[in-house]
């Protein structure tokens, strides 16, 4: 059994989503797969990004906020991000508005100069003021090619290099994001997997339009974990006040391996059963090399049991502390616990009821 055995993670990267998916699989967690936003023209702007990395680079224009911040959320998914952020660092930025100024601020550098107007023109004019034979620049699009701009710089010398900042297409199967997030509100979702900022957004996005955004953020607050390729797609979950966590490099193994160490230490259990130890990880319960899988509700149930091994919970606690349904009753408590026992199989007897007073668990 792996180290995310028990644990269920919600995939939402469309590009190299079947990589994250393997990697996961691989450790033992079940995957539901949620595509947000699939890519338009990639392969264009990966091109462009590790062409920026062949040589450094002496100006770096940034037009846009979310053109940006786009750049370097994909950046990080290829393991570029540092390395571009680097880059970025040693050059002079120059920022055209304020939306992209702080774009340019919040991944960690400084702009040296931004016109007082939001005109590409003024950015040209400040550009050729300066001696640009032999310099690299590295000019970064959003929406409609800067040909004219490029050419300019051409003129003089310069080696451009466009960067065609892709487009978020809607997702393929929206129902599917649908049900990834009535999932994360039931709390049948231990961690979110997030590759890029907008998908972030397009994901609490479509909870907003369920009508399920601030139950979706306060499962995202208490139980659901959230995991973020770097800190670049992180921030709209950062702006949210949501807890996020992210690896110190930008790649789908470093995030496989971060999950590894945290999801296990926030969500396992180890009890004692009649001399022997039983680990509660996720909604998998494991007794002598024997995998118990439960059910979600199962498993919120004997986990609220198990922070308090031996003690006697009524049915009205456990109602107010596993379940999440508003509508729920103390009949709803009733059921799953006979289910829960079902699925414990020749171990039913860990759940033990008390008459009149309500359950605990039967170890020491």
Known sequence: MGPLTGFTVGVTAARRGDKLVAL?????????EAPVLPLEDDVALRRATEQCLTAPLDYVVATTGVGWRGWMSAADGWGHGADLAAACRDAVVLTRGPKATEAVRASGLDEAWSPTTEATDELLTWLLARPLAGRRIAVQEHGLPLDTFAAALRERGAEVVSVPVYRWAPPEDPASVRRLVEQTVRREIHALTFTSAPAITAFLETAAAEGLRELTLEAMRADVLSLCVGPVCARPLLEADLPVVWPERGRLGAMVRTLTEVLPARSRRHLKLGGRELVLQGSVLLVDGESYW???????LLRTLAEHPGWVLSRAELLRRAWADSDADEHAVEAAVARLRAALGPH??????VPKRGYRLAVG
């Open 294 to 300: 439960l059910s979600p509700k199962g498993a919120a």
């Open 348 to 353: 039913s007897d860990l759940v033990r009821t």
């Open 24 to 32: 996961l699989t691989r450790r033992g967690a079940r995957v539901v």
